[in-house]
C-alpha cells in the first residue's frame, strides 16, 4: 500500500514544476533563498515538541445506589479559589533541587490553577460529606448551605522532592445557626519518584488532605494535623 509522505517531507522535497525551471547564471539569489526556505520548513517540522495536559481532579466518586437513597446532608459552595500570581500560569511551574524556579512549556494545566483547585476540593467535599455542590445543583429557596473559600498563597511542585499547598481558607454557615471558621494549613505530600506525574499525583493527594480538614470543621470538629496536613491556627467567624 503507498503512503503519501508527510507534510514535512513534501516541503522538503523539490515540486515537478520547481525541478523544471533552469537554475538562473547570473546570480545566486533565487537559490539562497530556496535554501533559507528549505531550512526553515524543516525546522517547523521538528521544533513543536508534543503538549501534556494535566488535572487536579482526581476520577469521580462512585454514584450513589438507586432506590430510597436518602439526600445529602450536607450542600456546600466552593467558591472560586484565588492563587498566587507566581503559580496561576497555564505550564507547570517547577522547582528544582537549587531553588530556581522552571516554566515547562510543553507540560500544562487543562483548565486554569483555580478551576483545577476549585474542582478538586468540590469533588473532595462531596466524597467527605456526601455533599452536594450548589455550583452544580440549584438548591431550594432557603437551603442551609456550607459556603467555603480559599486562598491559595503557596503552590509548590518541587522536582523529585515534594508537592506542597499553603492555603488560607474559610468555611461559613449560610440559612443556619452557628459560626464560621477561618484557617490557615500547609499540607506536604512527598514525591519518591522521578517526572511529572508523581508531582501531579501528590499534589492530587495534597488537595485531598486539605478537604478532609475543611470537611472536619464543616461537620463541627476541631480541625486536626496528620502526618502531611499541618493546621497553624483557626479563629471564630460571628459575622
Known amino acids: 500500500m503507498n503512503r503519501r509522505p508527510s507534510r514535512c517531507a513534501r516541503s522538503a522535497s523539490p515540486s515537478r514544476e520547481t525541478a523544471s525551471i533552469p537554475a538562473k547564471r547570473s546570480g545566486t539569489a533565487p537559490r539562497a533563498v530556496s535554501v533559507l526556505a528549505l531550512a526553515a520548513a524543516l525546522a517547523g517540522c521538528g521544533a513543536s515538541a508534543p503538549v501534556n495536559y494535566y488535572t487536579l481532579q482526581g476520577p469521580s466518586a462512585p454514584a450513589a445506589a438507586a432506590g430510597g437513597a436518602p439526600s445529602a446532608p450536607y450542600l456546600v459552595d466552593v467558591q472560586p479559589v484565588n492563587v498566587s500570581t507566581q503559580a496561576d500560569q497555564p505550564q507547570l511551574m517547577v522547582r528544582t533541587g537549587d531553588g530556581s524556579l522552571s516554566a515547562l512549556y510543553s507540560e500544562r494545566w487543562s483548565s486554569p490553577l483555580g478551576d483545577e ?36 498563597q503557596r503552590f509548590e511542585l518541587v522536582s523529585g522532592s515534594m508537592a506542597q499547598l499553603d492555603a488560607t481558607w474559610r468555611v461559613r454557615p449560610v440559612n443556619m445557626k452557628g459560626a464560621g471558621l477561618l484557617c490557615r494549613s500547609v499540607v506536604t505530600e512527598t514525591v519518591t519518584e522521578a517526572g511529572v506525574p508523581a508531582l501531579i499525583a501528590a499534589q492530587q493527594r495534597a488537595v485531598a488532605g486539605l478537604a478532609t480538614t475543611m470537611a472536619s470543621a464543616i461537620r463541627g470538629q476541631s480541625p486536626a494535623g496528620t502526618a502531611s496536613v499541618q493546621v497553624l491556627g483557626c479563629s471564630a467567624l460571628n459575622d
Not at 474542582?119 to 431550594?140: F, I, N, T, Y
Open 117 to 152: 483547585l476549585r474542582g478538586a476540593l468540590s469533588d473532595s467535599l462531596k466524597r467527605e460529606l456526601g455533599a452536594l455542590d450548589v455550583q452544580m445543583v440549584k438548591p431550594g429557596p432557603g437551603a442551609a448551605v456550607w459556603r467555603v473559600q480559599t486562598d491559595v
